[in-house]
C-alpha cells in the first residue's frame, strides 16, 4: 500500500515563500513520477508541477514557471516543491500525487495525499 503524506503549508505573506514536502512509503518510490496539483474552493484540481522518476525532467504549469521547483530525494523517498513569490491566487490545498507516466494529466496519477493548505495572505 502506497501512502503520501504532505507537509509544510501554512500562512504566507505575498512575496513570501514555503518548501512542501511529500513523504511516500514503499520502495518503488525511485520508478515513479510524482506531482503536485492544487484545488481551491470551489475550483478544480489544477496541475502544479511534475517530476520524472530520475529527476532529469520537470514540468510545471504556467502560472507558477519562474517561482516554483519541483525537486526529489528518492534516498528519502521524498518530493518538494519550493514555492517563491507567493501571490494570493496561489492559495489552495496542495496535493502530491503519484503516476507511472511523465504527464500534466490529473487522470493518469493513481495515489494522492491528503493534502496540505496555503494560504497567501495580500
Known amino acids: 500500500q502506497v501512502q503520501l503524506v504532505e507537509s509544510g503549508g501554512g500562512l504566507v505573506q505575498a512575496g513570501g515563500s514555503l518548501r512542501l514536502s511529500c513523504a511516500a512509503s514503499?520502495?518503488?518510490?525511485?520508478?515513479?513520477?510524482m506531482g503536485w496539483f492544487r484545488q481551491a474552493p470551489g475550483k478544480e484540481r489544477d496541475f502544479v508541477a511534475a517530476?520524472?522518476?530520475?529527476?532529469?525532467?520537470?514540468l510545471y504549469a504556467d502560472s507558477v514557471k519562474g517561482r516554483f521547483t519541483i525537486s526529489r530525494d528518492n534516498a528519502k523517498n521524498t518530493v518538494y516543491l519550493q514555492m517563491n513569490s507567493l501571490k494570493p491566487e496561489d492559495t489552495a490545498v496542495y496535493y502530491c500525487?503519484?503516476?507511472?507516466?511523465?504527464?500534466?494529466?490529473?487522470?493518469?496519477?493513481?495515489?494522492w495525499g491528503q493534502g496540505t493548505q496555503v494560504t497567501v495572505s495580500s
Open positions: 517530476i520524472y522518476w530520475s529527476g532529469g525532467s520537470t
Open positions: 514503499g520502495r518503488t518510490f525511485s520508478t515513479y513520477t
Open positions: 500525487a503519484r503516476s507511472n507516466r511523465f504527464t500534466k494529466l490529473r487522470v493518469a496519477y493513481d495515489y
